[in-house]
């Protein structure tokens, strides 16, 4: 007679093996994206030098604050709404959300271009440039969140090896211009190839006129999201703008070329990323007691693995980190120890951050945001003003580590909080 701890094992060994691929789906993903960024980043470091990188760094930060005005409109709210849903409400969803992103990105590209032309000299044709291609950025990522709301991480990842494969003759051809804008260029319009395979990957035509419908639909979690990304990148950009007005334009590209070292633990922690808000969910529909436990092993697990990471940075010979990056690395290598410990701090805090997103606890990830990002802003530019480049590297070190602090402290709260109320909250729109 088959007792019901004996059912139960199997369903458990399951659900593990099924929780260990999509996470597999998610790594390999992001291992796709991270490195087609990483390669425009060591061609322009080798190719341009540190001022040229500084330039081209100012326009990644850009990008990753209109990235996040993005997917706080459009994925987040999938993700935390329509993962797992029935295939008939995803793809609802997915014409209405990709729809929104292509608009964000037409509206902030136009933004961009205008920006770029009136600014000119060496940074506006690189703002200009990114304007032209945001669309068909902010759409190819809009696809990868949708893909993993479904659990189908493989054709995320197929996506994702679309845009690397396009991006080879595209960087053969920036090289040969020698510009940051080719560059540029190169970059976005290889990710406007992958935008156009998500299309007929997933059958969906973005709906464009859904924008207005998805953002009333979702205004209770999409705007908190939005201040919260924003938030986050823009304490990002304003540090990267603060640190080349005090210290210069070289000193960003110096941090840009210490965070690419770090490029391939960083690839892990956002190919998690993908896939921990979407799990978390599902552990709180099934487990609500081990979602806490979940975003614990979670967020120890990156910490620990940042560290690791960092400490084999520092056995890398001088020569080979010159041939990786160029002039770059004499001062890069200076900042691994500091940029190590950031990230195992950022690492450490994504773990409650899940956890806050998969409750829907949008007031308190804001809060928890927000916080965070004035502590990171604070001690970059605090530090550069202390001890210039390396200061900056190390109050952002001492700030992620508080950042985190708060992240838990928040998540600690909704957790009574759910508890006290557990009814979860139903969005079929």
């Known amino acids: 007679m088959t007792t019901e701890g004996e059912r139960t094992r199997p369903k458990a060994a399951n659900a593990g093996r099924a929780l260990a691929g999509r996470l597999s789906w998610g790594l390999a993903d992001q291992a796709a994206s991270s490195m087609?960024?990483?390669?425009?980043?060591?061609?322009?470091?080798?190719?341009?030098?540190?001022?040229?990188?500084?330039?081209?760094?100012?326009?990644?930060?850009?990008?990753?604050?209109?990235l996040n005005v993005s997917r706080g409109l459009t994925t987040d709210p999938l993700m935390v709404r329509f993962s797992g849903v029935p295939d008939a409400d995803w793809r609802g969803a997915v014409a209405r959300s990709s729809g929104t992103a292509l608009g964000v990105g037409a509206a902030l590209g136009a933004a961009c271009l205008v920006a770029g032309v009136g600014v000119g000299g060496r940074v506006g044709?690189?703002?200009?440039?990114?304007?032209?291609?945001?669309?068909?950025?902010?759409?190819?990522d809009a696809w990868r969140f949708a893909f993993f709301a479904a659990g189908a991480g493989r054709k995320a990842f197929v996506n994702d090896l679309v845009w690397g494969v396009a991006l080879v003759p595209a960087l053969v051809v920036a090289a040969r211009v020698g510009s940051v804008a080719a560059f540029v260029l190169a970059w976005g319009g290889s990710a406007a190839v992958a935008a156009a395979c998500g299309c007929f990957q997933s059958g969906i035509r973005p709906r464009p006129t859904g924008a207005r419908e998805w953002l009333r639909a979702h205004r209770d979690l999409g705007y908190r999201y939005l201040v919260e990304n924003v938030s986050n990148s823009g304490a990002s950009q304003l540090r990267a703008y603060g640190?080349?007005?005090?210290?210069?334009?070289?000193?960003?590209?110096?941090?840009?070329?210490?965070?690419?070292?770090?490029?391939?633990?960083?690839?892990?922690?956002?190919?998690?990323?993908?896939?921990?808000v979407a799990e978390a969910a599902?552990?709180?529909?099934?487990?609500?007691?081990?979602?806490?436990?979940?975003?614990?092993?979670?967020?120890?697990?990156?910490?620990?693995?940042?560290?690791?990471?960092?400490?084999?940075?520092?056995?890398?010979?001088?020569?080979?980190?010159?041939?990786?990056?160029?002039?770059?690395?004499?001062?890069?290598?200076?900042?691994?120890?500091?940029?190590?410990?950031?990230?195992a701090g950022a690492g450490l805090g994504t773990g409650a951050a899940a956890g806050l997103r998969a409750l829907g606890a949008a007031r308190r990830s804001l809060r928890a945001q927000l916080l965070a990002s004035a502590c990171y802003l604070g001690g970059g530019?605090?530090?550069?003003?202390?001890?210039?480049?390396?200061?900056?590297?190390?109050?952002?070190?001492?700030?992620?580590?508080?950042?985190?602090?708060?992240?838990?402290?928040?998540?600690?709260?909704?957790?009574?909080?759910?508890?006290?109320?557990?009814i979860p909250e139903v969005r079929t729109s």
Do not use: K
């Not at 087609?36 to 930060?61: K, P």
């Open 282 to 343: 599902r552990v709180l529909r099934r487990a609500p007691h081990r979602l806490g436990p979940f975003c614990l092993l979670l967020g120890g697990g990156q910490a620990v693995a940042a560290l690791l990471w960092g400490g084999a940075l520092l056995l890398v010979p001088d020569r080979l980190g010159a041939f990786v990056l160029g002039g770059v690395w004499s001062s890069a290598a200076e900042l691994i120890v500091p940029v190590t410990l950031g990230v």
């Open 125 to 140: 044709p690189a703002f200009a440039c990114l304007g032209v291609v945001l669309p068909g950025l902010l759409l190819q």
């Open 381 to 422: 530019l605090g530090g550069a003003v202390a001890a210039g480049t390396v200061g900056s590297a190390w109050g952002v070190a001492a700030a992620t580590a508080c950042g985190s602090a708060v992240w838990w402290l928040h998540l600690r709260t909704a957790l009574r909080e759910h508890r006290q109320n557990p």
């Open 36 to 66: 087609s960024n990483f390669a425009v980043g060591i061609y322009v470091a080798r190719s341009l030098g540190v001022t040229a990188f500084g330039v081209f760094s100012l326009a990644w930060v850009t990008y990753g604050v209109v």
């Open 243 to 276: 640190l080349g007005a005090i210290v210069g334009v070289g000193a960003v590209g110096v941090i840009r070329g210490a965070e690419l070292l770090l490029g391939p633990f960083l690839a892990v922690l956002m190919g998690l990323s993908l896939v921990t």
